[in-house]
Every structure is written in C-alpha cells, then in structure tokens.
C-alpha cells in the first residue's frame, strides 16, 4: 500500500500500490524478424479491471552498419498493443549507440496476471545487440522492464 498525503493533510494509505520490475544482463542479438528481447518480460496482477498499467523497457542497444531500420513493439500476452516501425535509423558506419527507452499505457481490463514483453527486429544488416559486452559494465546495464499499475 502506498501512503499519500490529502488535500485535507490527512495520510490516506488506503490506495493501493502495485508495481512489478525485473532486470536481464542477457545479450539478446537481433534479427531481421520480430522476436523476443531477452529477459524483456514482466507479470502484473491488476487489482482492479479499472486500472491502467505503464509498461516500461529501458536498455543500452548498439548497431553497427549504415541504412537499418530498427522496429520494436510490445506485446500484452500474444497481442501487440504498441508498435514503433521506425524508432531508429543507423546512418552511420561502425558501432553506434542507440539507447532504448519504450513505454505504453495500456487498459488491460482484467484482474488476472498479465504479461508484458518487448520484440524487436533490425531490416537489413541483422547487426544490432542489446545489453552487449556487460562483463565491461560489471553486469550493471541490463535492460529493466516494469509494470505500473495506475488507478483503478
């Protein structure tokens, strides 16, 4: 349960609180059709059919090569609720840094556990990692997936 302060400058601590996060260092080395991000997955029991739930992905991703287009989508079970067919673009040569950062406000309308996950896929070159080389980040730059659950 979360505690918030009123209008009135009474403590209510009767909103609930429900928030789910994991964390992956798994490489994951993307292809040219969608799949799963490893460990890019999270579960969240809604507590109510009401509430909305923000789902979150945020990782360090490199690409290496010029002209590849990097497409990504989240998923709610097998279904696609959030879809980016251009969140980036590698114009450069070499490796180049391309940070991810993906979020979705969704409705799921259920109290039942929920799966959230993030695919991704590159167009041309089959050349992007995500979470590459962590033994130099000390396993520290994995990506991070979380669910909040809001209202309700």
């Not at 400058?9 to 080395?29: A, K, L, Y």
């Not at 059919?49 to 998923?75: C, E, H």
């Not at 067919?85 to 040569?93: N, V």
């Not at 070159?125 to 000390?138: H, K, P, W």
């Amino acid at each position: 349960m979360a505690t918030v302060i009123r209008g009135d400058d009474n403590w209510d601590t009767s909103i609930p609180s429900n928030v789910v996060s994991t964390t992956s260092q798994t490489q994951t080395n993307v292809g040219t059709s969608f799949a799963d991000v490893s460990g890019a997955a999270v579960t969240i029991t809604p507590l109510s059919t009401s509430s909305k739930v923000l789902v979150t992905f945020s990782a360090g991703g490199m690409s290496n090569g010029t002209g590849d287009n990097v497409q990504v989508r989240i998923l709610r079970g097998g279904t696609t609720i959030r879809s980016v067919t251009r969140y980036g673009y590698q114009a450069a040569s070499g490796w180049n840094s391309v940070p991810i950062a993906v979020n979705f406000l969704d409705s799921p309308s259920t109290t039942s556990a929920t799966t959230y996950k993030l695919q991704m896929l590159t167009e041309t070159d089959n050349d992007f990692r995500i979470n590459a080389d962590q033994s130099q980040q000390g396993g520290m730059a994995g990506i991070v997936s979380t669910a909040t659950e809001i209202g309700g």
